[in-house]
């Protein structure tokens, strides 16, 4: 079994930044890929950046430039930094890890963006 446990979240104003920590436990493989999806209230979640064991990433359009997703494989920990916030960014942001064909998700953590 794999959990992950995020943290990091919170209230930062409209330009702030916020960095936030996903670390997973339990039968983590070598090979996986982690991954950052956020859901604001009444929106689909959706991707928000990816990165491989490699290192490889991708980000959604919506915060290329302005996020970066990084990954300790030592600790099996995941960040996202964000900087440059804008309200639209404000959701509930979820760890996801994906490994051997199973999908693993974190409980969130809020992050709200004041204008």
């Known amino acids: 079994q794999v959990q992950l446990v995020e943290s990091g979240g919170g209230l930062v104003q409209t330009g702030g930044s916020l960095r936030l920590s996903c670390a997973a436990s339990g039968s983590i493989f070598s090979i996986n890929v982690m991954a950052w999806y956020r859901q604001a209230p009444g929106k689909q979640r959706e991707l928000v950046a990816i990165i491989t064991s490699g290192g490889s990433t991708n980000y959604a359009d919506s915060v290329k430039g302005r996020f970066t997703i990084s990954r300790d494989n030592a600790k099996n920990t995941v960040y996202l930094q964000m900087n440059s916030l804008k309200y639209e960014d404000t959701a509930v942001y979820y760890c996801?890890?994906?490994?051997?064909?199973?999908?693993?998700w974190g409980q969130g953590t809020q992050v709200t963006v004041s204008s």
């Open positions: 996801n890890l994906d490994q051997k064909l199973r999908s693993y």
